[in-house]
């Protein structure tokens, strides 16, 4: 078997897909996209096709090492996004010329289902108490929440009000047992990093994440005397590399590797081995489409150390279109009591709606994310 073509689909509502052909007829898909920058990767994807016709799609490993040490330049998160959505779809590949899900060839399954969580409230959440409750309604067991909107290297202790009074009121609305995750999305530098930590300490989080931004991770040491939570951090992070330096500092209790930018299935899943030899927890990161989610939870039934899995179902970045569209069967993310069973299909366990991808790509979209001020005019995180 030899890969002939790779096709691209910009789809929204901020997503790209890839879909790697064969002389036998066979194809697998992958989801390779930085979001706001999906043009970007496409093109980064196409640079890489020179490495990828005419060969054996088994070669997996192999080919992981060619794209990332054929160039003289590696890592990144172009690059690897790219690397990442042929890996998938190589995985995809090799499942479906032998009729198994990626799992089988991961070493098996380690559990029977995976639990997931849902996003509430949105870039400037507002009503997230009601929204929490109608989600433990809907059997989701945890939720997680942006802590902020703008904020200033050092803010007024209004802000951190604002925050405490909107984890209050989820808290209020599902209980002492619900699993509550406040994202700071690297919008809290850190003096009020340390200050919202410490006022959030009292709600029992199941975690907070990304207290600072990850190329100020020296910082998070010091986050982390300030609250007995668990942190998170990992999302802007692209190979093993990158995450060597932050296990070996010991300042992180959970790792987030995105499958759609950390290198792929290959990728990641030596990036949780390696947190589960420093003791850490890994909750994949995954705000994006179905092949993202599907390749997510083929890592997390063969891994031990994952303990949850993010998915964007209901997210408010699914304008117009989500998670399940362009999916033929929608029901194998079928969630019940908070968790999602394993995929049984081959491959990467879903089969995409090709008519319909082909549809949507022909109107495409440029999403970016936006772009905001603090009082003064600076730009402020997003």
Known sequence: MKITKLELFQIPPRWLFLKLSTDEGLAGWGEPVVEGRAATVAAAVRELEGYLIGRDPNQIEDIWQVLYRGGFYRGGPILMSAIAGIDQALWDLKGRRYGLPVYEFLGGAVRSRVRVYAWIGGDRPSEVGTAAKEKAELGFTAVKMNASEEMHYIDSHAKVDAIVSRVAAVREAVGKDFGIAVDFHGRIHKSMAKIVARALDAFHLMFIEEPVLPENQEALREVARYTSVPIATGERMFSRWDFKHLLADGCVDIIQPDLSHAGGISEVRKIAAMAEAYDVAVAPHCPLGPLALASSLQVDAATPNVFIQ?????????????????????????????????????????????????????????????????????????
Not at 314 to 335: E, M, W
Not at 359 to 369: L, P, R
């Open 310 to 382: 993010e998915q964007s179902l209901g997210i408010h970045y699914n304008q117009g279109n989500d998670l399940l569209d362009y999916l033929k069967d929608p029901s194998v993310f079928r969630y019940h009591e908070g968790y999602v069973d394993l995929p049984r299909q081959s491959g990467l366990g879903v089969d995409i709606d090709e008519e319909r991808v082909r549809e949507a790509a022909a109107a495409g979209h440029d999403w970016k994310n936006p772009v905001w001020r603090n009082a003064d005019g600076t730009v402020a995180e997003w």
